[in-house]
């Protein structure tokens, strides 16, 4: 597939059909995306893979364990503007998709919670990295993220990053087996979109390039 129309396509999947992955498959996009570039080729991703059963007993222990300490604040305290008004506005168009008001906190919560379901995926990952890295290798993370999610689009798959998961970093941290000296920075539902819900037409916006870039 072309990059660019890779690029267009890929999107936030948040209902997915229980269809299977192949662990083959994660394997291959995994191995492809650890092309994508590091500073000093450090290569600071750690990845653990939950798939088919241990899918579904992460998502039970979840459950059962409720949402922890985060060992990271994922936004500023008070976050400013425009990106307090993008994050709004996020929100609202994606519980607009299933009309779901503002007032309905409940079915908001309920809705949150899919999370921890992988949003129905049949498979997921979780990213770690070690907590000795500083913010460049965070950001490597990202690059890391998104080059997987892009082939998995190529390879006919859908993914959902998900930060919510840092709501859970002993339980998903245990359950891996992960050792101590490796933080959760964030899980991700991976896994054949449900084209029949709502929420999967949501498309979120992007702030015009005149915003963002300065031409110096
Ligand atoms: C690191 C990261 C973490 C995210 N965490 C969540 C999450 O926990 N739950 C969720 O529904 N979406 C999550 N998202 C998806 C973003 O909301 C989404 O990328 C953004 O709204 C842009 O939409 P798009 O991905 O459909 O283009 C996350 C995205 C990234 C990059």
Known sequence: MDVRETIERRM?????????????????????????????????????????SSRDEIVKLARERGPEEPEYPIYPERLWEPYRTNRFKLGEAMYATMGIPREDKEARFRWFARNQEFFGASAGLFCFVDRGMNKPQWSDLGMFLQTFMLLAVDAGLDTCAQESWSLYPRTVSEFCNAPEELMLFCGMAIGYRDDNHP??????????VDEFATWV
Request: aromatic share 6%.
């Open 12 to 52: 936030s999947v948040r209902a997915y059909l229980p269809t299977g992955v192949p662990d083959g498959l994660i394997r291959e996009l995994l191995t492809m995306a650890s092309r994508a570039p590091s500073g000093g080729n450090v290569q600071p991703w750690k990845v653990y893979v939950v798939n088919g």
């Open 199 to 208: 929420v999967n037409t949501l498309r979120s916006e992007r702030v015009p």
